[in-house]
């Protein structure tokens, strides 16, 4: 494992420590409305300050866009883009389904991911060209070649609400198709579990960059493709995210497309 690999883990596990402390005492925790549906705790800020420091105390001159204090001044052709916790929802109400998402950027490119589930001690992790791992053993997308069985994650975040009508009609199409869908409330734990075959291939409108990005180099690297509802890769910058094994994501694609008009 590379050093700075090794940092992005140690960063992701302090901060999963501070997230298993305070799991038990959710009556001490300082909840903030940032929008509809959209909440931020003391433990986001506290994670990230410690994921923070972390990675400055190895890496100084690194450049770091964070979900709560947004982007740090210094230019570098490093990146490190942080989620201290994805999921803050699930953690107010004590649902376990909540992770850690760290992802570091050469030069506008994805090097390497961690993905980190303090619940369950699941560390997922890929190096750019070095497959996809969980614990350290590798991880494969499924093999599923159609949609019918499948299982399936969807989140549509209040960002985009102007296309719930359509998204709920989409997953009606999907639920014709005897597809099994799942809303975690955790877009980047999706993404992992998509990595590792438990889920099929994710479907989501309206994510952040943090959300996925991390994500995303674990999905490619386990073998996996991802999408925007094109079929390229434009919108998927702007949080239009499909997902999953080739064929999996060939057919949700499929099914899908015909519900939304796209911009050229």
Known sequence: MQPIINI????????????????????TLKVAEKGIGNYVSDVDKSAESTII????KAYPEHTLLSEESGQTPQESDYLWIIDP???TNNFIHGNPNFCISIAIQYRGRTEHAVIYDAIRDE????TRGQGAK???HRIRVSQRNKLEGATISTSLTHATDQYAATFFASQHSLYEQHVALRRSGSI?????????????ASYTLGAQRWDIEAGLLLVREAGGLASDLNGGESNISEGELLAGNPKSLKHLL???????TKKS
């Open 8 to 27: 992005a883990t140690r960063a992701a596990r302090r901060a999963g420590a501070l997230m298993l402390q305070r799991i038990d005492r959710l009556d």
């Open 53 to 56: 420091e972390t990675i400055q």
């Open 85 to 87: 916790l994805d999921g």
């Open 123 to 126: 560390l997922f992790s890929a």
């Open 134 to 136: 969980l614990n350290d």
């Open 188 to 200: 980047a734990l999706d993404l992992a579990y998509v990595a590792a075959g438990r889920l099929d």
């Open 254 to 260: 499929q099914t899908l497309r015909p519900h939304y």
